[in-house]
């Protein structure tokens, strides 16, 4: 996989449109990899990312305190980029500010608008490389054959049954982060994961091959998935190696955390989160 420590013109021209997946990792308090869809993701020039916020999230905490991030962009036209970058700082005013907010998905929305700019120092990225589809759907056909051999047959549930049915649509995206030993988080199209149950995610490592083979058991892992849509999910947990499933090789991650990023309401949903009575309000 060849690298390169600046983006091209014609990579910083192909960012530019809003309608494509970028997708931000970022790394939690506890050392745990964590993803989130930013669209608005570019690059500002040969040597930086910029990106803006209009919801709080998980991943907006993590970068204020540990700046190491791995992104992922991908046009409509099926081509991709990889890379790690350094966050630096954020803005709420400037011409950044200003050029986000002229766009037409935040000039004309009626509830909110693009609150704060953040920028990163690009340490590096992969050339344009087109997604490996005729891989993946043999991968994700060989996945669907076997993974029923790989249910864990416990009673307790994790992933709810909405969870479970978008991670298993053969059209859903779906993303695999890590952080690697340098610290920076990693992320893996993985398009051919799926549920084994409502416990389980398993994938054939038909494509991204070494990258997949390379990761270690027990390794804590997050997948992402997202619809054309744009309804998304985060699960997280550890990956278990892999093991043959009917004759099929196959990796598998027990899910013991997922997650909602979709506004209005983000939030942890597994394990459960209490709720708090308020007993005290502000004037």
């Known amino acids: ?7 091209s013109p014609e990579d910083i021209e192909a960012f530019k449109p809003e309608s494509k997946v970028g997708l931000l990792a970022t790394v939690n308090a506890a050392g745990l990899p964590h993803i989130t869809l930013i669209t608005t993701m570019q ?9 803006g916020q209009f919801t709080e999230g998980k991943s907006k905490e993590n970068v204020l305190k540990n700046p190491k991030t791995g992104f992922l962009i991908m046009t409509l036209d099926k ?11 954020s803005k709420k ?11 037409p998905m935040w000039r004309y929305n009626s509830y909110f608008g693009l609150h704060t700019i953040h920028y990163m120092d690009l340490v590096e990225t992969t050339e344009k490389a087109s997604l490996p589809l005729a891989g993946i759907v043999m991968s994700a056909l060989l996945t669907k054959f076997s993974k029923a051999a790989a249910k864990t047959k ?11 049915k978008l991670l298993n649509k053969l059209n859903t995206l779906k993303f695999l982060s890590y952080v690697a030993e340098d610290g920076f988080p990693v992320i893996i199209p993985l398009l051919q994961c799926q549920a084994a149950d409502s416990r389980k995610m398993v994938f054939h490592p038909g494509t991204y091959t070494r990258e997949l083979l390379s990761l270690k058991e027990d390794t804590p892992v997050a997948i992402f998935g997202l619809t054309l849509a744009m309804q998304d999910v985060l699960v997280r947990g550890k990956f278990n190696g892999f093991k043959k499933h009917q004759a099929v090789n ?3 991650v027990d899910i013991d955390w997922v997650y909602n990023s979709m506004p209005p309401l983000v939030g942890q949903i597994y394990p ?5 009575t308020v007993e005290e309000f502000e004037a």
């Open 43 to 51: 690059a500002n020039g040969p040597g930086e990312i910029v990106w």
């Open 250 to 252: 196959l990796g598998s």
């Open 154 to 164: 416990k009673a307790e549930s994790i992933m709810n049954d909405w969870t479970v």
């Open 79 to 89: 081509n991709l980029w990889r890379g790690k970058a350094l966050w630096r700082e």
């Open 272 to 276: 459960p989160v209490e709720m708090e």
């Open 93 to 103: 005013e400037g011409p950044e500010y200003v050029r986000f907010n002229k766009l």
């Open 1 to 7: 996989m060849k690298t390169k420590k600046q983006f």
